[in-house]
Nanobody, 127 residues
Framework: QVQLVESGGGLVQPGGSLRLSCVASGRTFSRNVMGWFRQAPGKEREFVAAITWSSIRRDYADSVKGRFTISRGSAENTVYLQMNSLKPEDTAVYYC????????????????????WGQGTQVTVSS
């Protein structure tokens, strides 16, 4: 069974940091774009960051540039999201996603381009 499993969410104070992890199993995604999206209560799911195979290209939403960093693990089937200087508006469920087609760079900020999704991990930024 192909799946993505996120971990690392939790409660953190404003200004704090968290590192999210996403592990893919059932097939390799080493040649695929992978990304992070988030959805806050009452809002639509929005793009956070994405990364190509071999980390050739990384894209970020304007709201997280300079604070968040997306990276891939050495095995390429793991993707991380390092989140620094967290703000209350970063509170959301964070989802990992993967593009199913290898060596394809889609419109990375569009959720419709991603074929496989994790179940999400809650991030709450509050004092």
């Amino acid at each position: 069974q192909v799946q993505l499993v996120e971990s690392g969410g939790g409660l953190v104070q404003p200004g704090g940091s968290l590192r999210l992890s996403c592990v893919a199993s059932g097939r390799t995604f080493s040649r695929n774009v992978m990304g992070w999206f988030r959805q806050a209560p009452g809002k639509e799911r929005e793009f956070v960051a994405a990364i190509t195979w071999s980390s050739i290209r990384r894209d970020y939403a304007d709201s997280v540039k300079g604070r968040f960093t997306i990276s891939r693990g050495s095995a390429e089937n793991t993707v991380y999201l390092q989140m620094n200087s967290l703000k209350p508006e970063d509170t959301a469920v964070y989802y990992c996603a993967a593009v199913g087609t290898e060596f394809t760079i889609p419109t990375m900020e569009s959720s419709y381009e991603y074929d496989l999704w994790g179940q999400g991990t809650q991030v709450t930024v509050s004092s």
